[in-house]
């Protein structure tokens, strides 16, 4: 995957220019470009575009796209009562909301289950709350609303990603060579998740992420996520105290979500 020149070019328009760019610092610039990567993205063997990601390899990822005001700039208020719709229009930052609505769309016009289509749509929203091990973040935070497939697939997909499925069509992505490198093997835990995830029933489940996931990459403008309040209405147990304050085991996450900057 590159940055095209003329996305590049608005990139660095964005960012205030040249002079601006260099008094950056390395985390903010690599945020910065796989924002642009996730909403622009073409793909494309020029590893050399991708360096602004290397300088940023030493960035510790433990925090989520909320958490960082140049992804979301604005808490915009939100219901007593919030619903999984008021996170995605109020909350959830625009790269990862685009993402998983093409992603959900492509499931949706392929004539997949309804099942695949409500995990394609939620299946990245964890990484407004936390980068690192991400899948294993979403399934925690989506379990108690979704049937245990969704969940499931949910927190297998992170580890298949890094393997190929001929028989699916699935390839290894060509972005991975860029971000770790082309002798990448990797961690055995990953390794274990993916062997795991291989010689389960619910293997799909978890498959259709990594090849609808594909899709969410595509230019263009996103559907509106109106457009899925019926699949969401079948395929969710919205809680009637709103998400936060469910007193569910993910509770917690929704309200950090809800309210990034409380102090404690
Ligand atoms: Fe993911
Ligand atoms: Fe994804």
């Not at 989520?64 to 808490?75: A, E, M, R, S």
């Not at 379990?143 to 949910?154: E, M, Q, S, T």
């Not at 297998?156 to 699916?168: G, I, K, M, N, V």
């Not at 998400?243 to 990034?260: E, I, K, Q, Y």
Request: glycine share 6%; proline share 7%.
């Amino acid at each position: 995957m590159k940055l095209s020149l003329l996305n590049r070019r608005a990139l660095i328009a964005k960012l205030g220019g040249g002079t601006a760019i260099a008094a950056l610092p390395s985390e903010v610039l690599a945020d910065a470009l796989e924002h642009q990567l996730m909403d622009e993205a073409q793909y494309g063997p020029a590893c050399a575009e991708v360096d602004i990601i290397k300088v940023g390899r030493d960035l510790r990822r433990g925090a989520g796209q909320v958490f960082d005001k140049t992804i979301v700039p604005q808490l915009y208020r939100m219901p007593q009562r919030p619903t999984l719709i008021d996170f995605f229009k109020l909350r959830f930052s625009n790269p990862t909301v685009a993402h998983c609505l093409k992603s959900a769309a492509h499931a949706l016009a392929d004539g997949q289950p309804e099942r695949y289509v409500m995990t394609a749509l939620v299946h990245d929203v964890a990484l407004n709350l936390m980068k690192s091990d991400h899948a294993w973040w979403g399934a925690d935070l989506v379990a108690p609303y979704v049937d245990d497939r969704i969940a499931w697939g949910i927190r297998h997909h992170q580890a298949l990603r890094f393997y190929s499925d001929p028989e699916t069509g699935y390839e290894y992505p060509e972005l991975y060579h860029c971000v770790f490198g082309k002798e990448y093997e990797p961690e055995p835990y990953i390794a274990d998740a993916y062997r795991h995830a291989r010689d389960h029933e619910w293997y799909m489940e978890a498959r259709m992420i990594t090849l609808n996931d594909t899709y969410g990459f595509q230019p263009g403008a996103p559907p509106q996520i109106d457009a899925f309040t019926d699949i969401i209405g079948r395929n969710w147990r919205q809680p009637e105290e709103g998400l936060g304050f469910d007193g569910s085991p993910a509770a917690h996450m929704w309200r950090t979500l809800l309210n990034p900057e409380r102090p404690l």
